[in-house]
């Protein structure tokens, strides 16, 4: 119990966190007028152990400012305060200035009979644009979706309903929209395990622990959002322990998503992961560029539908974020989002070479991506030569244009310094760098074998990269 104690103190350190700091500090880093149009519009809620919560008016601009802005503020935030890890959102409609939120805090305290109750509430809420309609199926996400929907229909019918998968896949929109679809016939509760941690500890300390039993155990639909997160917290999990038995044993619902599937969660107490996976466990896969493009197309029609703007963002774009945009449909969603907003302001359609530069911290491109070790290994294959002889000193000419080559093909693809290269080179100086350069520059314009050559040495690393990815 200890432990537990000591985790509730760290809720508010000795010092809290000062937003009017934050606030000079965006205001340097972004400048005023990115200040003035979107960063002052947030309102600092609250602050937790490990992260802090913040409102602003509408989703657009929560949407803006995290696609954007919210890994600097963090880093902001972090220097004053290195435990925070993670900002939180919520959308407040009118909320007129930095003490009014402390004040609607309080008063739903002293409004509510049972303040944990009301505690609970505050994260039950459902995010009426994530339901079952808007979200679209690929052959990554077809059998979430579908156990998603079953679940639905026929309560119990695989339980626990485990769904995993990647950051920005769509788990929180799934388990949103099952909690949409039940919350009417039954009694449901939606929470994340961070969230389940949190009130655990609090209710320990009020004395509310029978409360938060009772509140847990009378659910028809239990829905836990980021399990992995629960890891670690011993008299936690074994209180969760229970209220899932409790809860499977009376026939109630459990849905539970992850980043990973059972048997890799850590620190994880293996009755808890067994108990998963004795239920129905499905994957969320990466998805493929049919989906991506899907999804594009239904956020622009939504777009349309709801908000009459101008979305007619041209094929190229729209294939070009597809592609480019992989790694989470959250990403996506922001690109296409930033995009719109573009044509907002100037009242244009970005052009190709426009779209990068809004999107350039999202992309990466190959060009980003190559490495000094890729380049190496590419010009040793096509030269037929062994990369030891390429970082040896020795200066045969059958060595010196493969290394003078590789430096310059390092200098043209990837965003490393002379000396950076030269280190990369068995510790050459920078002049031999700045050399290798010119004269394969030089001969690029003499010889035109030479010239081709390079060229198809750097589509072959380029392309090469690109597949890898
Ligand atoms: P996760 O919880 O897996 O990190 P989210 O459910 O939060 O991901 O999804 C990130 C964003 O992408 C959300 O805005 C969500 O609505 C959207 N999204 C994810 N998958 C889909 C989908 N298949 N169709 C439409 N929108 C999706
Ligand atoms: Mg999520």
Not at 39 to 45: D, Q
Not at 319 to 325: A, D, G, L, R
Not at 334 to 347: C, E, H, K, V
Request: positive net charge; proline residues 2%.
């Amino acid at each position: 119990m200890k432990n537990i104690f000591k985790e509730q103190n760290l809720k508010h350190q000795d010092k809290k966190l000062e937003w009017k700091d934050i606030q000079s500090e965006m205001k340097k880093k972004f400048g005023l007028d990115i200040y003035d149009s979107w960063l002052k519009k947030i309102v600092f809620v609250d602050e937790f152990n490990n992260y802090i919560l913040i409102s602003v008016p509408t989703r657009f601009i929560r949407d803006w400012i995290t696609s954007r802005y919210l890994d600097q503020i963090l880093s902001i935030i972090q220097i004053y305060k290195k435990e925070i890890n993670r900002i939180e959102f919520s959308i407040k409609e009118k909320i007129v200035d930095q003490n009014d939120s402390k004040n609607i805090l309080n008063n739903d305290v002293e409004k509510n009979i049972s303040f944990i109750k009301d505690s609970f509430l505050q994260y039950n809420r459902f995010d009426q644009n994530k339901n079952f309609e808007n979200f679209v199926i690929g052959s990554s996400n077809k059998l979430a979706f579908e156990a998603s929907k079953k679940v639905t229909q026929d309560l119990s019918y695989y339980n626990p309903l485990y769904l995993y998968g990647g950051v920005g896949m769509g788990k929180t929109h799934l388990l949103n929209a099952i909690g949409l679809n039940l919350k009417e016939k039954n009694r449901v509760m939606f929470i994340s395990a961070e969230r389940f941690m949190y009130h655990f500890v609090k209710s320990i300390k009020s004395n509310e622990m029978v409360k938060f039993k009772d509140y847990f155990r009378n659910t028809d639909v239990l829905l836990i959002d980021d399990i992995q997160f629960m890891n670690g917290k011993e008299a936690m999990q074994e209180e969760f322990f229970h209220t899932f038995n409790a809860l499977i044993d009376k026939r109630s619902q459990i849905i539970v998503s992850a980043d990973r599937p059972p048997n890799k969660l850590t620190r994880i107490q293996e009755r808890i992961k067994s108990r998963f996976s004795g239920g129905l466990v499905i994957d969320i896969q990466n998805t493929d560029f049919d989906l991506r493009y899907k999804i594009i197309n239904s956020k622009i029609h939504e777009l349309k539908l709801f908000n009459s703007i101008q979305a007619n963002i041209s094929e190229e774009i729209k294939k070009f974020i597809c592609s480019e945009i992989r790694t989470s449909i959250r990403e996506l969603v922001g690109a296409l989002n930033r995009i719109i907003s573009f044509s907002r302001i100037y009242n244009k359609v970005p052009s190709l070479p426009e779209t990068k530069t809004i999107l350039k911290d999202l992309l990466n491109l190959p060009e980003n991506k190559v490495t000094i070790d890729v380049i190496q290994k590419s010009v040793c294959e096509f030269f037929k030569i062994s990369k030891n002889e390429m970082l040896s000193s020795r200066r045969s000419r059958y060595l010196v244009r493969p290394r003078q080559t590789a430096i310059y093909l390092s200098k043209i693809l990837t965003s490393k310094s002379l000396p950076e290269i030269g280190r990369a080179f068995s510790n050459r100086d920078h002049t031999t760098v700045i050399h290798s350069v010119k004269t394969i520059e030089k001969l690029r314009e003499e010889d035109k074998e030479l010239n081709f050559n390079i060229d198809n040495l750097k589509s072959k690393i380029l392309y090469n990269n690109q597949n890898e990815i």
